[in-house]
């Protein structure tokens, strides 16, 4: 029975391998079955399980380790990064200041912790920065304050790894149960949370109206004369006249009084464009514009061909050259109204109206072809990989420190991935990927992580702790706690912010990706991922700097 033995207190790919699929596996599983009035840690029992396996001896190559912890936490940022990038930018304006500035608060106070301690307890500050380190579960600033203090003494401090080692597993526990506290010292309705999350793609929601056109001020206008009279996105479908006739609208097409209009426009300016045109009219049902296209159809276009990716819905000229009307466009689940400069990106689905043969001919220009969305656009993910590691790898001098601070593994590829999902249709990237690949792809990274750090610390947590390093664990969860907690308060009672983008927030000043991962669990929306996507890339680089300024005190 070598062979057993072997492959579960071995070394060799096969060992590796087996290990950890069964913390995975059995992390997972645990994440579903124990709960505690209906609240359950999720796949955080991936890390716990991983340091029981270590702690019995269950262990893996330290540099393997290594790679497999960065490399299944790039997998899980760069997914996080294409999917909150459309939208990073329209939040970061319309309220990323403040996110960014709450972040920075919560890292004074963790400073501030931490330098209290300092002067309570008897322990020296590079141990402290150590157990700060882990207890804000950010690996470079433990790495920058291991490379300051040898550089400046001389010699190496291994209480700052140790530090580093005892705080990190419940640093992280320390922040699903700030947000427990929170959740329960306001009494969050997360459903309630969750009616108060949309994004800015999903405030563009496209809703169909038909309304009766009665402003005798616009009579024998065009739609695009009346379009400039009200500075708000719609799109006239089609227009029945007085002899019930149906009309394809477009620019040139004049409304007189009576005439009933199919509108697509957001649902937030719904009300406003329906007063502006006329009145509701009730005889005239989303199924009656049916019945009266007699010669016309509806269909949902996919946008499959590379080339028109970037490209706006009026450089295509589909009403002039095939007399059809594009009313919506679907993207990631979520219907757009068919603005003309409304920039089209792979994947997309629009709802075109017009004869058959014009949407055929349409169908076949965009590519309509759902193979091609089924085959992954492999070099775009991994050429976005490469250049967020050479960014992350920038060295970025400051006067004062002998060391040059660095993005990291994890900043570089977020932010790279961000640019890329916004920007990349304008240079012909091809950036797409389904809803379950990008989820799949994000899940593996966060298990491969959490299992990489469970088994790294493993091997030390209970010697740690019981030669003393019990201590740290509590300076850890006070340093993890209070910022946190104080921080939930003042952005719930100051700033009055959604619960899930607070989470969000929280998770992204303590760098800490399995926080976010069990925030997603809570809510069927991206809030918490755009908040963390908006803080991380600035408090990773404050955690750095910091870690390196206090090693150094």
């Not at 997998?75 to 999917?83: D, E, H, K």
């Not at 689940?333 to 068919?338: E, I, K, T, Y």
């Amino acid at each position: 029975m070598d062979w057993l033995s072997n492959l579960f207190f071995g070394e060799g790919i096969a060992h590796s391998v087996m290990v950890l699929a069964m913390v995975i596996a059995s992390g997972i599983f645990l994440g579903r079955m124990v709960k505690f009035k209906g609240i359950t840690l999720g796949i955080t029992w991936i890390l716990f399980m991983g340091i029981v396996a270590s702690h019995f001896g269950m262990r893996i190559e330290p540099t393997l380790l290594s790679f497999i912890k960065e490399f299944g936490l790039i997998l899980f940022v760069y997914s996080i990064g294409l999917q909150v990038g459309p939208g990073f930018f329209s939040s970061f304006k319309s309220g990323g200041m403040r996110l960014v500035g709450l972040a920075a608060f919560n890292v004074l106070l963790t400073v501030g912790v931490t330098i209290a301690l300092f002067y309570i307890v008897d322990e020296p500050m590079s141990t402290l920065v150590g157990v700060m380190s882990g207890a804000v579960t950010n690996t470079p600033g433990l790495g920058a304050a291991q490379t300051v203090y040898t550089d400046t003494f001389g010699v190496s401090d291994p209480s700052i790894a140790s530090g580093y080692a005892v705080a990190y597993p419940l640093g992280v526990a320390g922040v699903i149960l700030s947000f427990l506290i929170l959740r329960g010292v306001f009494r969050i309705k997360l459903d309630k949370e969750n009616e108060g999350t949309k994004t800015a793609a999903e405030k563009e929601h496209a809703t169909r109206s038909s309304i009766e056109f009665i402003n005798p001020n616009l009579n024998g206008l065009t739609v695009m004369e009346i379009g400039k009279l009200i500075n708000r996105p719609f799109v006239i479908s089609r227009i029945r006249h007085a002899d019930d006739s149906i009309e394809i609208a477009s620019g040139s097409s004049r409304l007189t009084l009576g005439d009933k209009l199919l509108v697509i426009s957001n649902d937030t300016d719904q009300e406003a464009i329906m007063a502006f045109l006329g009145r509701p009219t009730e005889d005239m049902k989303a199924g009656d514009w049916v019945k009266l296209d007699s010669q016309l159809v509806s269909r949902k276009i996919m946008v499959t061909q590379s080339k028109f990716n970037g490209h706006t819905i009026g450089s295509l000229h589909l009403r002039n050259n095939f007399g059809v009307n594009v009313t919506r466009v679907t993207r990631s689940g979520v219907d757009l109204v068919a603005r003309p400069n409304l920039e089209l990106q792979f994947g997309d689905k629009l709802l075109v109206v017009g004869t058959e043969a014009a949407c055929a001919s349409i169908a076949n220009m965009l590519g309509n072809s759902t193979k091609q969305l089924r085959e992954p656009n492999l070099i775009a993910f991994f050429v976005g990989i490469l250049m967020g590691v050479i960014l992350g790898s920038i060295p970025i001098a400051f006067p004062g420190l002998s060391q040059p601070v660095k993005l990291g593994l994890a900043g570089g590829p977020m932010i790279v991935a961000i640019i890329m999902s916004r920007f990349g249709p304008h240079f012909k990237f091809v950036t797409y990927t389904t809803v379950s690949a990008n989820l799949m792809l994000r899940e593996i990274g966060i298990s491969l992580f959490l299992a990489a750090v469970g088994l790294g610390a493993g091997e030390t947590f209970v010697p740690s702790i019981v030669s003393g390093g019990y201590w740290w664990i509590l300076y850890g969860l006070i340093i993890t706690i209070v910022p946190v907690l104080i921080g939930g308060v003042i952005a719930r009672l100051v700033f009055k912010m959604n619960f899930f983008s607070i989470l969000g927030m929280l998770a992204g000043s303590n760098t800490n990706p399995i926080a976010l991962a069990y925030a997603n669990s809570l809510g069927n929306n991206d809030t918490a991922s755009v908040s963390y996507s908006t803080v991380y890339p600035f408090v990773m680089f404050l955690r750095v700097l910091v870690a390196q300024i206090l090693v150094l005190m």
